[in-house]
């Protein structure tokens, strides 16, 4: 199970509860508004409540139809996405907007096995939390989604390969031809772009990308290499710019 370090005299939720409501401090410095696709009108109330308090504007869909709608309609900074939705899952609806915006999408969820974990990853997702957890926990994700946007800024042009990345803009180029990356994997790439010959281990990726420690658990990075390999690579398979250095980690080369 992937979690982040809980703060000394913390307590995990109340058996029973989605979320435990707490003294929670303000956001600074990030994202302005959230979506919440949540079928549960008790849950999305409960988020909407914690995240307000947060400063955040917060908009509501009860489907996945009905998020997707509301998508095509405002621009957010973030998503929350739940799992179990009717109609279109969480998964299609994560697809179907990776298909149009590279907005950060948290996977919500009450599923804590690897596989549905690995599964929404794939989907797109950027970060996941299961149910249930606190209002703080809530409240770091989004943190480190507003920091992680931010890009390493050594130098105002990389070169990687046949890959050209400018961190100021945002973009990375392939014979003039933009590779459509979510921001997330844009900071991966960047990490181990502005170090070319040294190994980033996954706990060092973790802490820079993610933005806060996790109890050891790689998924995210191994999860998010694979879908970087998918767009930068020649052949995914045999990869030549991010590559893996048995029991190190990543890197790219110098």
């Known amino acids: 199970m992937l979690a982040p370090r809980r703060p000394r005299g913390a307590r995990g939720p109340r058996a029973g509860r989605w979320c435990r409501e707490g003294q929670v401090g303000r956001l600074t410095d990030v994202s302005r508004s959230v979506l919440i696709i949540e079928d ?48 279109k899952d969480g998964f299609e609806v994560c697809r179907e907007i990776r298909r149009t915006s590279n907005v950060p999408i948290i996977m919500v969820t009450a599923r804590g096995d ?25 409240s770091a994700r989004i943190r480190a989604l507003a ?28 014979d003039g031809e933009l590779v ?12 181990l772009a502005t170090e070319p010959g040294r190994v980033l281990s996954r706990e060092e ?8 420690d996790y109890f050891g658990d790689s998924r995210l990075v191994d999860v998010h290499v694979r879908r970087l390999r998918m ?16 029991g190190m980690g990543y890197r790219v080369p110098g």
């Not at 045999?238 to 250095?245: E, G, I, L, Y």
């Open 147 to 174: 920091r992680r946007t931010r890009v390493p800024e050594p130098r105002v042009h990389i070169t990687v390969a046949d890959l050209e990345i400018a961190p100021q803009d945002g973009t990375v180029t392939r």
């Open 180 to 191: 459509n990356l979510t921001r997330t994997e844009f900071r991966l790439l960047c990490e």
């Open 40 to 87: 549960d009108p008790r849950i999305r109330r409960i988020v909407q409540m914690t995240l307000q308090r947060e400063g955040l504007d917060v908009v509501e869909a009860d489907s996945g139809e009905s998020g997707l709608e509301r998508l095509g309609e405002t621009d957010f900074d973030v998503v929350l996405l739940d799992l179990m939705l009717p109609g």
């Open 114 to 138: 690897s596989h549905d974990v690995v599964a929404g990853l794939e989907s797109g997702a950027d970060d996941y939390v299961s149910k249930p957890f606190v209002a703080k926990e809530l």
């Open 205 to 212: 990726l973790l802490e820079r990308v993610w933005g806060y």
């Open 231 to 246: 767009k930068v690579e020649e052949d995914p398979s045999h990869p030549s710019v991010v590559t893996t250095v048995r």
